[in-house]
């Protein structure tokens, strides 16, 4: 089984649209993130949530939104997306702020 | 500064030789240290991490600690075509809140 496992793998939009990615985690961790990787493969923290409650919540547009209905989930909403956007997101996983465990990435390519 | 400083690279070296991957960070608080390895495409997975000053081996991994010099290396002995791929360095920067920097990442290239 996955351990950390996200969907889609692949998402292609058109600007303007909006967007949600989900990820889910069974490794009974307690902290989740998103992170933000662009072309030059600098991978960025966007937030986390511990136990369900935003801990960490970097300068990204608002119309990023994260939602975690539970600790083993966290989804990322997109609104009006731009082509600035287009990146691979990682989700990621550890219990409390120990080692991090990701997921296989969604690539975004916004048109 | 950057927070978690690495060569972009490429490095390259043949097959066999001794690869050396270097990373500095700026926050003397900082505990503990990562190196995750990133094939082109793939997600980062974990090799290596280090908490004390001086030497950790793992098979042909070595991880070497410096706090009071703020330096964080990795070695791979051995280096084996399997090995290109970007490794990238990572550590939770206390003033920060702990949060996990990661370095831009050395690409490295083992040509056989």
């Known amino acids: 089984d996955t351990a950390v496992s996200q969907t889609p793998k692949y998402l292609v939009t058109q600007m303007g649209n909006d967007k949600s990615i989900k990820c889910e985690q069974n490794?009974?961790?307690?902290?989740m993130y998103w992170y933000k990787q662009d072309s030059k493969k600098f991978l960025k923290i966007m937030f986390s949530y511990n136990n369900k409650e935003l801990i960490i919540n970097e300068t990204v547009p608002n119309r990023f939104s994260p939602k975690s209905p539970d600790k083993a989930h966290l989804n990322l909403h997109i609104n009006s997306l731009e082509l600035g956007d287009s990146a691979v997101y990682f989700c990621?996983?550890?219990?409390?702020?120990?080692?991090?465990?990701f997921g296989a990435g969604t690539r975004l390519s916004v048109l | 500064q950057k927070e978690v400083e690495q060569n972009s690279g490429p490095l390259s070296v043949p097959e066999g030789a001794i690869a050396s991957l270097n990373c500095t960070y700026s926050d003397r608080g900082s505990q503990s240290f990562f190196w995750y390895r990133q094939y082109s495409g793939k997600s980062p997975e974990l090799i290596m991490f280090i908490y004390s000053n001086g030497d950790k081996e793992d098979g042909r991994f070595t991880a070497q600690l410096n706090k009071a010099s703020q330096y964080v290396s990795l070695l791979i002995r051995d280096s084996q075509p399997s090995d290109s791929a970007t490794y990238l360095c990572a550590v939770p920067i206390y003033n920060l809140g702990g949060k996990l920097i990661f370095g831009q990442g050395t690409e490295l290239s083992v040509k056989p």
């Open positions: 990621a996983s550890s219990q409390s702020r120990n080692i991090q465990y």
């Open positions: 490794l009974g961790h307690d902290t």
